[in-house]
């Protein structure tokens, strides 16, 4: 039979009621704005915590308005489940929020749930053994069931306490990473934390009942972050969540918040100077840069300079675009080498071009009078001499090309895969050969040096890929990260795919050596790759990766 509890309706127990009604209505009703937190893990840890917290709150209204002994235990019991179950949420949003992977971690994740089973057991098997709780009747501050917990409630609140501190602990050191005002959101943290004393007055005085107040600072904590702070509370996130120097502006380029790197990197910054005022005011470089089409920031470091690609996001908090991000990645290693090949791209082609006229101007003249003998003679020797004159003058050009085609590119365009490739057959001697096209895609490139490529695959597959007499079909046709081109020829051995790429290297009799070499140099002054193997019909494939179609 239902023992019944007496009715109270005193001021104390009324202020109980409505205080844990209000948080359970306050965490469900802050369900519904989690979506205006844009990080996934971070809405996702928000969004199960207040849902818990809400329902912990309503176990607490249950317990104190239910009318029987039984149905008040019934209650209390849900509460204590529920509220260490809060826990686990608790860790996975601070985790998230602050940029840890703990809350992704398969083995932490599977010992908090066997320690949640454990003590769930506990606390429902407490009719058998007592160890968790004993429920009595008490009077003051009103008529309620009082609960007083045993060694077992306190053990396990001693571990949800340690755990919810790391989870403080990660927030505390995310707020300390940053230039913002965190003050209100420190308020915030703490509201959550001050429950902890009502409960030590509850266990240890008559002037509050013994009960958990946590959902109180839950809810307190969800409605200032998720109704008043939400801007503050993504801006720390950011911000605080990069390990390079990270600037966050508003929509009018006024400063609102940046981390720590960014005040080591810019001294001018330290004690929250610039918070405010406008970016290029007060980091004009930096705005400079960022408006500039090639955004990388110098900066000089006494005799040592650094580089910094900037890149910017937009910023937004449910609304739209609030700001961008701006964060400055060190590329100094990366830009050192860019401008040391640049240097050395311009002495080559200097030296090549160098070169190539003062070889030119004596082969002239030799030319000029071996075709003045052959017109009074005919000679075999002379023949030979004529050939030798060719291949030097063949030579001379594909080493200025190999010169030429390795420098970076300045302009690229949107190209027709198909388009250049008919382009490129037409410019090649092509008897007993066919040119196949498997459809079209289109990129960016330079497009004089992408049709040289493709002549150059093709003058390749004309010279090696066949035997003679045989026609010969040379296709060419899109790859989900770029292209191909191949033909039905000969081939190339596996042991020869890697050498063919290197300059001098050549099969044929009266090859230079330098075709294919230069097909090397296009494919990597666009930030491409190649690779040789064998076609659908035996022969040679090229196959050109790292293409972003368009």
């Known amino acids: 039979m239902a023992v019944s509890l007496p009715a109270s309706v005193s001021p104390v127990f009324v202020a109980y009621v409505a205080a844990f009604a209000l948080a359970a209505v306050a965490c469900f009703v802050s369900v519904s704005y989690v979506g205006r937190i844009e990080d996934p893990d971070t809405r996702r840890g928000l969004f199960a915590l207040l849902l818990l917290t809400g329902g912990w709150a309503s176990a607490h209204v249950g317990f104190l308005l ?12 849900v509460g204590l489940i529920v509220g260490i179950a809060a826990v686990g949420p608790w860790l996975y949003f601070c985790s998230a929020y602050t940029g840890r992977t703990l809350h992704r971690d398969r083995t932490y994740r599977q010992v908090l749930l066997g ?17 968790y709780y004993e429920a009595s009747y008490a009077t003051v501050p009103f008529a309620h069931l009082a609960i007083r917990h045993q060694l077992a409630h306190w053990l396990a609140m001693g571990l949800a306490y340690g755990l919810s ?57 969800a409605v200032g972050v998720l109704s008043v702070y939400v801007y503050q509370f993504q801006a720390v996130q950011v911000t605080g969540g990069h390990d390079e120097p990270t600037i966050l502006v508003d929509d009018e380029d006024r400063i609102r918040e940046y981390n720590d790197s960014t005040e080591t990197l810019f001294p001018q910054l330290r004690d929250g100077d610039g918070l405010g005022d406008p970016l290029w005011s007060t980091l004009p470089n930096v705005a400079e840069a960022a408006d500039s089409d090639e955004p990388v920031l110098t900066l000089e470091h006494g005799d040592s300079v650094r580089y910094y690609r900037i890149s910017e996001t937009p910023f937004a908090a449910d609304q739209p675009q609030l700001g961008r991000l701006i964060v400055l990645s060190d590329v100094t290693e ?77 302009e690229a365009t949107t190209v027709s895969l198909s388009a250049l490739a008919e382009s490129a057959w037409e410019m090649v001697d092509v008897p007993d ?24 695959l093709y003058l390749n597959a004309l010279e090696h890929g066949r035997s003679d007499g045989e026609q010969l079909t040379v296709r060419v046709g899109p790859l989900e990260d770029g292209f191909y081109v191949e033909d039905d020829g000969v081939g190339i051995p596996p042991d020869d795919r890697e050498a063919i790429f290197e300059s001098g290297y050549s099969t044929a009799t009266h090859g230079t050596g330098f075709g294919l070499a230069i097909v090397g140099e296009i494919v990597a002054a666009h930030g491409w790759s190649i690779t040789a193997t064998e076609g659908r019909d035996g022969g040679a494939r090229f196959e050109i990766r790292g293409v972003d179609p368009r």
């Open 115 to 131: 320690v949640f089973l454990l003590i769930v057991a506990v606390k429902l098997t407490n009719p058998v053994h007592g160890l």
């Open 165 to 221: 501190i790391v989870g403080y602990f990660m927030l505390l050191e995310r707020f300390r990473q940053v230039s913002y005002d965190t003050r209100p959101l420190l308020a915030l943290l703490g509201v959550t934390a001050l429950p902890i004393v009502l409960d030590v007055v509850g266990f240890a005085t008559p002037y509050l009942i013994d009960i958990t107040y946590e959902p109180l600072g839950v809810a307190v904590f």
């Open 433 to 456: 050969a066919t040119l196949e096209i498997d459809g079209d895609t289109t990129f960016a490139a330079d497009a004089d040096r992408l049709q040289q490529l493709l002549e150059n």
């Open 334 to 410: 990366r830009e050192q080498y860019r401008q040391e090949l640049e240097r050395q791209n311009e002495r080559l082609e200097s030296f090549a071009s160098m070169v190539s006229h003062d070889l030119r101007n004596p082969l002239n003249v030799a030319m000029a009078r071996l075709e003045l003998a052959r017109n009074d003679r005919d000679d075999e020797n002379l023949d030979t001499v004529a050939d030798a004159l060719l291949r030097m003058e063949t030579l001379i050009d594909d080493v200025l090309a190999l010169a030429r085609q390795g420098q970076p590119i300045d």
């Open 66 to 77: 239910a009318p029987t002994v039984e149905l008040a235990l019934g209650f209390y019991t």
